[in-house]
Nanobody, 127 residues
Framework: QVQLVESGGGLVQAGGSLRLSCAASVASGRTFSSYTIAWFRQAPGKEREFVASISGSGATRRYADSVKGRFTISRDNAKNTVYLEMNSLKPEDTAAYYC?????????????????WGQGTQVIVSS
C-alpha cells in the first residue's frame, strides 16, 4: 500500500511557474522505487486526463502532448517524493492535479491502471 499527498498548487498568472510535490508513504516490505508515479489533472466538467508519468528508477518519462516542453516530472526516491515542475503556464492548465501510483516498472497514461491516488491540489492560472 502507498499513500500519496500532493502539495504546491495555487493561483498563478499566465506564463508563470509552479512546482507540485507528491509525497508518498509506503508500507513496509515495499520501496518507493518499485512504483511508477503519474500526474493526472481534471478540470471542472471534463474527464481526468494524463499529464506525465515516471518509472520507478526515473529512467522513463512520458508527457501529454499538451504539456511537452513546459512541464518536467522528476523523482527523489530517497525522499519518497515526485515533483512536477510546470512552466509557461496557460489558463487551460487550470485543474485539480492528482498524483497516482502503480506497482509496476512500466508507465502508462491510462488512469484505470493506477490503483493509488492522492486527494489532489488545485492549480488556477489567470489570464
Amino acid at each position: 500500500q502507498v499513500q500519496l499527498v500532493e502539495s504546491g498548487g495555487g493561483l498563478v498568472q499566465a506564463g508563470g511557474s509552479l512546482r507540485l510535490s507528491c509525497a508518498a508513504s509506503v508500507a513496509s516490505g515495499r520501496t518507493f522505487s518499485s512504483y511508477t508515479i503519474a500526474w493526472f489533472r481534471q478540470a471542472p466538467g471534463k474527464e481526468r486526463e494524463f499529464v506525465a508519468s515516471i518509472s520507478g528508477s526515473g529512467a522513463t518519462r512520458r508527457y501529454a502532448d499538451s504539456v511537452k516542453g513546459r512541464f518536467t516530472i522528476s523523482r527523489d526516491n530517497a525522499k519518497n517524493t515526485v515533483y512536477l515542475e510546470m512552466n509557461s503556464l496557460k489558463p487551460e492548465d487550470t485543474a485539480a492535479y492528482y498524483c497516482s501510483a502503480r506497482a509496476s516498472v512500466t508507465t502508462t497514461d491510462r488512469p484505470e491502471s493506477y490503483v493509488h491516488w492522492g486527494q489532489g491540489t488545485q492549480v488556477i492560472v489567470s489570464s
